[in-house]
């Protein structure tokens, strides 16, 4: 180990190797995300106590088969290791490699070895290992290779402890190279070492081999490179081919002496007879439309009760704080304004949870996988690439992260596609709006006794998403002209059960983040909204019970009555009121009122916000009213139609509507960075805007 105050330890491993488990168990809650210096890709760190005198700062590095790159986060990991004047370049590497897929994981392995870094091979995954009759030499194994070789089981945090012994201890390792550079090129790794004072032969072949995308190479330095391979006629692509096989032949003998069958049983077969049936043509669609119907019954049946008991108790809170208070602005603000808001968000933590905790699921026992791979044949009909499947998979769970991982695709055409087309999937975000709206419109049956329409109906909402993602995909294609395709390159890992630790930290830390993200803007929106709404120009809500009794002396109003009618003309002659009716006659054919049209601008900050919007607004001046704000919705009365405001047509075009507009400023914002530019963020926003409307008209107008 360095004897720097605070040795750096870098984890390096395949993707579905464990690397991220063995990160989460050595760091803690002591990690930190940022970006790596001069690019947006992701960067993880944190830090380790590897005994009472030893800190450690461990840097989990993306995941990569390869440190010949295939995408910007897999060229990271050259660029740190290659590069000893990189600020984040490790004193030891750690490279975490599935045993159960020993062979190919084992290529990466040799690769960071001969860059001559001190290594440790961990050995992940060892649980499985068992099953599938395979036995590990651990020791003979780390003989062969001359470094320490720890057995480990990460997801249980099992070898842990082993492995900060062992990060512990002197790691001067006696190099020898797996693959020999310096046999197949000498004089072209003799000129490199010469001019740019490198040491060691695999560092200045990858430099020969890696020039054009090297970033810590000026443009000069790369000339002379140039120079170099064609003085001494360094053929690249030969030159790798014959390193993969060279490599191959050394882990096979490796293996030869290391690895052995103990029986023939293998539980791989288990995961071979499961995907005949999960990823068959026909079956495996089924099985996924059968796990999504299952998923979205469960959100409305086992959320339904904790849902209401949280609404009541907002709905009475706010009630109660009104009895117990001084009549007075601040009051009102907390009563009509921050409490009705925070429980407008609240109120979905059930369903949120459920969600993700789904979603973890389907990721930990390595189904999540089968998906993208089922979806794979369909999106390449449309034009988009292989890997947009996990972008677009992510989408459901968020824009933002969804339209960061588009950087695996090496096509910047089709990864503009996919950006583009990414918000169109229904997010976690737009749950909120699908729920309250579905639960207005759709009544509470099932059929048959088992489908639940409010169900099929939220089903039905992220089908819609989809769709409409992967059309407007074949429509850009078709404008753009995209000819190139690439590939889908992933590892199906074998079938695993969920480790429900991580099933309930999921649901914890996501609907955590839900509700500390979006409540901060709903907070912000309900304060300013609340003023907007209890104020306005002249003194025309000072007088409004002179003014109503005045223009309704003729009608014998019940007291009731008379108090809604005065509720509703200061609402209406509020800030918000008068903004809410200036834009009434451009929303008004979609079967929008002014108020809606409030909650639609409000939105525009996040989606979820809507819900929020129209829990402040219909709370002010009926805090007595103990009716949850789903009921206050539900009793809105169309005052031209005498009829219910949230008829099914206008329900129907308000989830159109929320389906498909762009209503998210962070999502512009990822998109500005990722395309750097103005250009594609405001495309896409008057693109989907546009459509939303259409389509939100024409439902209305064909319903009602």
Request: hydrophobic share 45%.
């Amino acid at each position: 180990m360095s004897h720097s105050d605070t040795p750096k330890i870098a984890l390096v491993g395949n993707p579905n190797s464990g690397k991220s488990s063995l990160f989460n168990h050595l760091t803690g809650l002591n990690q930190k995300i940022g970006n790596f210096p001069g690019v947006t890709v992701d960067k993880k760190t944190g830090y380790c106590k590897l005994d009472d005198h030893t800190r450690a700062k461990i840097i989990d590095l993306p995941g990569t088969y390869s440190i010949y790159p295939n995408s910007t986060d897999e060229k990271i990991v050259y660029d740190i290791l290659g590069n000893k004047a990189d600020p984040l370049h490790p004193d030891v590497v750690v490279v975490i490699v599935d045993a159960s897929n020993f062979k190919r994981n084992l290529l990466l392995f040799t690769q960071i070895h001969d860059l001559n870094i001190p290594c440790i091979l961990v050995l992940n995954m060892m649980d499985i290992v068992e099953k599938t009759g395979l036995a590990i030499d651990a020791d003979k194994l780390s003989s062969e290779l001359g470094v320490p070789v720890i057995p480990m089981k990460a997801r249980q945090g099992k070898g842990i402890d082993v492995l900060k012994r062992a990060l512990l201890e002197n790691l001067e390792q006696h190099f020898h190279p797996i693959f020999n550079a310096y046999e197949l090129a000498p004089d072209a790794i003799d000129a490199v070492k010469k001019t740019f004072s490198v040491n060691d032969d695999y560092v200045a072949y990858q430099m020969l081999q890696q020039y054009r995308i090297n970033s810590f190479l000026t443009e000069n330095e790369k000339n002379l490179i140039i120079d170099i391979t064609e003085k001494h006629q360094f053929n690249r692509d030969e030159l790798r081919r014959k390193e993969t096989l060279e490599r191959y032949a050394a882990i096979n003998h490796f293996i030869d002496g290391a690895v052995k069958e103990t029986f023939t049983q293998l539980p791989k077969r288990w995961t071979q007879k499961l995907d005949r049936v999960f990823t068959h043509k026909i079956w495996g669609y089924l099985i996924f439309l059968f796990i999504l119907f299952m998923i979205f019954q469960s959100i409305f049946a086992w959320a339904t009760v904790p849902m209401d008991l949280i609404d009541l108790t907002f709905s009475e809170l706010s009630v109660y704080l009104k009895s117990q208070l001084p009549e007075g602005a601040l009051t009102g603000l907390l009563t009509e304004g921050i409490i009705p808001g925070i429980g407008g968000i609240v109120i979905f933590i059930p369903q949120i949870a459920i969600l993700f905790a789904f979603i973890s699921i389907l990721e930990e026992t390595g189904y999540m996988s089968r998906v993208v791979f089922l979806m794979d044949k369909i999106m390449r009909k449309f034009g988009l690439n292989g890997k947009s499947v996990v972008p677009l998979i992510s989408g459901v769970a968020c824009a933002i992260p969804a339209i960061m991982a588009t950087r695996t695709i090496e096509n910047w055409k089709e990864r503009l596609i996919t950006i583009f087309v990414t918000p169109l999937m229904s997010c976690s975000a737009r749950l909120p709006v699908y729920t309250i709206l579905i639960a207005l419109i759709i009544p509470e049956k099932t059929i048959g006794g088992i489908f639940n329409l409010q169900g099929l109906a939220l089903m039905g909402m992220y089908l819609l998403g989809f769709v409409a993602a992967i059309v407007s995909a074949l429509i850009m294609r078709l404008i753009l002209k995209t000819k190139e395709r690439s590939f889908l390159v992933m590892e199906l890992p074998t079938y695993k059960m969920p480790r429900w630790k991580n099933v309930g930290l999921t649901m914890y830390e996501k609907s955590k983040t839900f509700v500390f993200e979006a409540g901060k803007i709903i907070l912000a929106i309900s304060i300013v909204l609340w003023v907007l709404a209890s104020y306005g120009p002249g003194n025309k809500l000072e007088n409004a019970e002179e003014i109503i009794a005045q223009t309704y002396s003729q009608e014998n109003l019940s007291q009731e009555e008379f108090k809604n009618k005065i509720e509703s003309f200061k609402l209406e002659n509020s800030y918000a009121g008068i903004f809410g009716k200036a834009i009434e006659p451009v929303i008004m054919p979609l079967g929008y009122d002014w108020k809606i049209g409030i909650a639609l601008i409000t939105s525009f900050a996040a989606r979820e916000v809507f819900v929020g919007t129209m829990a402040t607004i219909y709370s002010i001046g009926n805090v007595e009213d103990e009716s949850t704000i789903k009921n206050r919705m539900r009793n809105e009365v169309n005052p031209e139609t005498g009829k219910k405001r949230y008829d099914f047509a206008t329900g129907l075009s308000l989830l159109v509507f929320y389906a498909f507009a762009m209503q998210c400023m962070s999502t512009m914002a990822i998109v500005f960075r990722e395309t750097n530019g103005w250009k594609w963020p405001l495309l896409q926003l008057f693109y989907m805007t546009g459509l939303a409307y259409v389509s939100a008209l024409i439902i209305y107008q064909t319903l009602s």
